[in-house]
């Protein structure tokens, strides 16, 4: 069983930064793309970045802001330009050719105005 992890969560102020990581327990032969979702109050979980060989995907929402790189089992967000409209949990995923899908238990993100 793989695990996800995530790392980097926590206060900032409007305009501020934060990395976000995670960390796969284990190389996953079979991955697709990893990627970061994320959850606010009341509202459905929305895609924020998806990374795999060959292509990058943004949310416009974020896009110009964040930064998703990849580095074997580790994944990064680097978010910068931090909006209140950010705070939410994020989640790390990462969809497998086995029909498997990863998620990490999330990191919260709270941006002060």
């Known amino acids: 069983q793989v695990q996800l992890v995530e790392s980097g969560g926590g206060l900032v102020q409007s305009g501020g930064s934060l990395r976000l990581s995670c960390t796969a327990s284990r190389r996953i032969s079979s991955i697709l793309a990893m990627g970061w979702y994320r959850q606010s109050p009341g509202k459905e979980r929305e895609l924020v970045a998806v990374i795999n060989s060959d292509t990058i995907y943004y949310a416009d929402s974020v896009s110009g802001r964040f930064t998703i790189s990849r580095d074997n089992a580790k994944m990064y967000l680097q978010m910068n330009s931090l909006k209140p409209e950010d705070t939410a949990m994020y989640y790390c995923?990462?969809?497998?050719?086995?029909?498997?899908?990863?998620w990490g238990q999330g990191t919260k993100i709270t941006v002060s105005p």
């Open positions: 995923a990462a969809p497998t050719s086995d029909g498997v899908e990863y």
